[in-house]
């Protein structure tokens, strides 16, 4: 007997995959932390600082580029398993580690798995919720990697204030780093509660236990119509071939998908989690202090996060990505300006200025690009298409973590800042002319808007070509 329609089970299930978000904040916030003492303990050099951040990205990249294709080969929830076992085995080996060569290893493993988790939570999201409650849904993974990174910071604060400076550096970087079996452990415990993705079912021929999963999630009348779209859409879309991904219509797409993807990184926000506490310290900020300055970004970005939830099935992505990227091109403007006129007691206002920016990408280009891109793309392509997109993500995120600091130690925090205005303006420019809004629609009407761009690309093109024939022609 099938168990009744409910709200709660849709509820569970975005919770359960989303808390694969508490993985990636963890791992984006303790090294934050770590790496003082790491630098200090090793004599890191500012490029040895970036790789040892970075180095995770490595593991990311690589996770992400398989893991469209073996979600698609061993389901959605089967990948997220993995990759909750491979962060665990990477906060222990962190944690042990003897050498900085043992913590690149196992953070590069770690990398693998949060790979595996960003790329196929918010599309395992994406492919179980409602079209009313996708966006919120989806922005549970964004809302818990923000919870990871704030708690995460606290964390910090806490141990580096629970000894002396010389604990710290032998030992309290260790339990920093070694916290992390904790979500690793809970997001695998939840994933024995929820159900394989009913479009990955249907996919694989499954389509009675697809449709029973799609009658809890939206009741019959609606589960019975989605599984029509859903079953169709498979059909008359059988290659799967990821050549498809350079047509004409899907071309637009995936070009969406990339761009969204390198612009939730390269706009600075992970400059400020990866280095806060530094950056603080640079104006000020000590006896841990600047520990403390980063928990307060943290608390911001989990408010904020929230306003995002509540905002996004209601404004729309492209109106928010809009504002908020306009807004983050003022507040680098405003941090550069700090870093540029050095003036005293600058410390505050840093710290206001850098809560601004923060409270704009949390409401647009933090959580969208997360729930946009396994929107964007058909049923057939999704698990390939969005490890595509998230490859260049964590790209662009090993990108920030490696050259950061040296950014900041050769040119200066003013004209790393002010750099970061320039790419926001560029963002912001972007969401205006190419990105579509997706508020509202199921996944099977967004996957028309690319057919018909498609089509009126064609009709242009024909009309500029009929023109120039009866110009040629007529002499004209």
Not at 242 to 252: E, H, S, V, Y
Not at 338 to 352: C, K, M, Q, R
Request: net charge positive.
């Amino acid at each position: 007997m099938v168990k009744k329609h409910s709200s709660w089970y849709v509820i569970l299930i975005a919770v359960a995959a989303g808390v694969a978000g508490l993985m990636y904040g963890f791992d984006t916030a303790v090294i934050s932390g770590a790496i003082g003492f790491l630098a200090e303990r090793y004599e890191l050099s500012p490029a040895m600082q970036g790789w040892v951040i970075s180095c995770v990205m490595i593991g990311g990249v690589l996770g992400v580029a398989i893991s469209g294709f073996l979600s698609d080969k061993y389901g959605r929830k089967n990948i997220m398993f993995l990759s909750a076992v491979l962060f665990i085995i990477s906060a222990l080996g962190s944690a042990l580690a003897t050498d900085v060569t043992m913590l690149v290893i196992a953070r590069i493993i770690g990398g693998f798995g949060i790979g595996f988790a960003s790329a196929l939570s918010v599309t395992y999201i994406s492919e179980c919720a409602p079209p009313a409650i996708r966006g919120r849904l989806g922005s549970l993974y964004q809302l818990f990697t923000i919870f990871g990174i704030c708690a995460t910071f606290y964390i910090n604060y806490g141990v580096a204030n629970s000894g002396s400076h010389a604990w710290a550096l032998d030992e309290g970087w260790r339990w920093m780093l070694g916290y992390g079996v904790f979500p690793g452990i809970i997001f695998f415990i939840l994933l024995f509660f929820i159900p394989e993705s009913p479009r990955f079912l249907m996919q694989k021929g499954r389509e009675k236990e697809a449709y029973l999963t799609l009658e809890r999630i939206n009741g019959e009348k609606v589960a019975k119509q989605e599984a029509k779209e859903i079953k169709l859409s498979i059909e008359t879309e059988k290659n799967t071939s990821i050549k498809q991904l350079l047509k004409p219509g899907l071309r637009m797409a995936m070009g969406v998908g990339i761009f969204l993807a390198l612009f939730n990184q390269v706009i600075g926000m992970n400059a400020v989690t990866y280095y806060g506490p530094d950056i603080f310290r640079s104006v000020g900020f000590e006896n841990n202090t600047e520990f403390l300055a980063t928990s307060i970004i943290g608390s911001v970005q989990v408010v904020f996060t929230i306003v995002a939830l509540l905002l996004i099935d209601k404004l729309g992505r492209k109106k928010l990505m809009a504002v908020g990227s306009s807004l983050m091109a003022i507040f680098m403007v405003l941090i550069g300006s700090v870093f540029y006129f050095e003036p005293a007691n600058s410390g505050p206002l840093l710290v206001i200025f850098v809560a601004g920016f923060t409270a704009a990408f949390c409401v647009s280009m933090g959580p969208i690009p997360w729930i946009m891109i396994p929107e964007i793309f058909p049923n057939h392509l999704r698990g390939k298409a969005v490890g595509i997109a998230t490859m260049f993500l964590w790209g662009a995120n090993w990108a920030i973590g490696q050259f950061t600091p040296i950014l900041i130690n050769n040119m200066g925090g003013a004209f790393t800042f002010w750099m970061f205005a320039v790419i926001n303006a560029v963002c912001f420019t972007f969401v205006m002319t190419i990105v579509p809004e997706t508020k509202n629609k199921t996944l099977e009407e967004i996957g028309q808007i690319w057919k018909l761009k498609n089509k009126q690309a064609i009709d242009f093109n024909k009309e500029i070509t009929n023109d120039y024939a009866v110009q040629e022609t007529t002499g004209k």
